[in-house]
Each structure stands twice: as C-alpha cells, then as structure tokens.
C-alpha cells in the first residue's frame, strides 16, 4: 500500500509551486479494516452456499419422511411426552451452554487481516526548486506476538512491531534507528537552541526552524505477507546489514586515505 504524501501544491497568492512542510505524523502499523466495506462477491458465495446446504438438508428431509416402512406403513411420529422431554433438553443445554460463555475469559483476538505494516519512508530534503531524495527501508518488519498486547482508544489489541531501519542514500547504505526513520521525518518545526556566537542574553530562549527533510511517500505492507517467507525476509535483512558494513568500512578508510594526505601535504 503506497501512500503520497504530496508534500509540493500550487500556492495561488504567490503564483508559484511550493513545498508543504507541514507537521505529519504517520505510524509503523495501519489497520485499515474501519475504511472497507465487507468484499460483496464474499458475502453472496457465503449466502448460496448456506442456501444450497439448506436445499440439500430439506430435501433430505423429505425423502426420510415419505419413505415407507418394511411393513408398508408410514413411520411412527413421536410421541407427546417425548416431545417435551426433547424440548426441556434443548432448553437446560442452551441455559448451560449461555453459563459457560458467560465465565470463560474473553479470548484474545487475532491479528486482523486488513494490518498493514511500515516497510519504507522515502524522504525528499530540500525546497520545491532542488532537493535530494533518499529512503529508509526495513526489509523484514514483523509482530511481536510473544508479548501481551495494548488496548488501543478503539478497542482492537495491538502488538508492537519490530524489525531493523536502513539508509538507502545514493550508493551509501547504513544501519538507522527507528526515530531517524520515522520520526525524524514527519515534518513540521524543530526547536533550536540560539547561536552560540550571539554573547548577549538571554541565551535559553529557543527559535523554531523549519525542517528541510521530510517524509514524501510512504510504503506499507500487508502483515500476512511477512509470514509466508520468515527466513527470506531474515535473508534479506542479513544481507541489506552486510551492505551497511562494507559501506562503513569504505567510509573509514576513506577518510584515513583524506587525512595521510593531508598530512603529506
């Protein structure tokens, strides 16, 4: 599921194209089953088959009613008492079967269907007249199921989500944490401190800046689909982390070639 942020519109008053850096907070994990309608192509299959098993029960019926027997005279119904004994039956076994349903403990639910969980964050920094884009992916997000889950303001329990957050900047990959994959680019204002060079007080006051990276478009994926092939994903994941350390170990000696010439210099 790939959601646009469309962080660039047309400002009429200026008459010019401009970047919307608006605050917007996105999360890890989407359940998405409050904006869709039940599949009717479902629902109809659902209603000819119980309809057709009806059929099939009724016309059953049928044939064991008129059916004669060996002795050529139709069977014996039963008889008034045992009527009503089959009726008080029915009746203590659905009073029994309401008791027990009544003291058992709620069953937990499972994961819904309709989960979707965040794979990548592709992110454009810059204004509307240049910029660089770039993107955090995590290649094998997952539940953790192991743990008891949270309540949520809606009632449906949610588990948290894991999985490791890479950097994917032109040929550099590197390992990131969760807040500078996610959080760091929902836009809006940072607080700064003042510059340190201005000497006069007073020196706590704080001054907004706008953020110049942003989150662009997003990329989520449904959750059964981490769960048909665990192990790829784990592959995927070992190997995106090898990438990240060839990058660094290149980083490092690169900058140890910089500084021998420098000093030779």
Known sequence: MHLHLKRFEYDAAQNIMVKVNDSFEFPTQIDVSEFL???PTKAEAEAA?????????AAAAKRNKSKPRKNGS???????????DDKDAGKHALVERAETTLTQEPAVPA???NLYLLHSVLVHSGSVHGGHYYAYIRPCPRLVTSVTPRVDENGRHVYPDAGKWFQFDDEEVRRV??????????????????????????????KERTRASSAYMLVYINYK?????????????????????DCKRREVEERKRRDMEREHQ
């Open 37 to 39: 309608h039940d599949d």
């Open 49 to 57: 088959k119980a309809e057709k098993e009806n059929a099939v029960a």
């Open 74 to 84: 139709k069977p014996a119904g039963p008889k008034k008492g045992e009527v009503q």
């Open 111 to 113: 994961v819904g269907e």
């Open 177 to 206: 944490p969760q807040k500078m994959a996610v959080n760091n680019n929902f836009g809006g204002v940072d607080d700064v401190l003042p510059n340190f060079q201005q000497r006069r007080p007073p020196f706590h006051h704080r």
């Open 225 to 245: 689909e981490t769960l048909y092939h665990p192990r790829l994903g784990e592959l995927v994941e070992k190997t995106v982390e090898k990438i990240a350390e």
